[in-house]
């Protein structure tokens, strides 16, 4: 399953990069799903068991994973692409540095951040819930 779409990446100066109709970050989206996989065994989770509709507080079917999923794939594949871009040797290696630290800071925080009930959605009992029924999840 792709965890990450093309709608997940909002970063202007990537999606600059485009040829064809093909966005240039696409080719990291793959990166971003094994990340996801190998975050998910050291989480206990097997990847096959990961949420890929994704229920949130409203109970509505999203067909996607946990929202917090999406954004650390997005970072990290923005990650990647811009310390690619940086290593280029162009004249524009600072900005791209910067981004790829950017995106490096921000994927890191996501990551440390997902449990393995944000894998699975499984929240099952009321512990789990707070005092207006709303998921909670517990690290």
Sequence with gaps: MAYIQIGDITDKLCLAFESGGTYEIESYFSMADTEINVLAEELGVDPD???TDYKGELD???GRVHPRLIDYGA???LMWFFFDRAMLG???YDKYYRKYESYRE???KF???ITAKMLTDNVSDTSDL???SQVIYHG
Excluded: F, Q
């Design 49 to 51: 068991d990961i949420d």
């Design 60 to 62: 509505s079917s999203t």
């Design 75 to 77: 970072c990290y594949c």
């Design 90 to 92: 162009n004249d524009e």
């Design 106 to 108: 921000k994927a890191s």
């Design 111 to 113: 990551r440390t951040s």
């Design 130 to 132: 707070s005092i207006n």
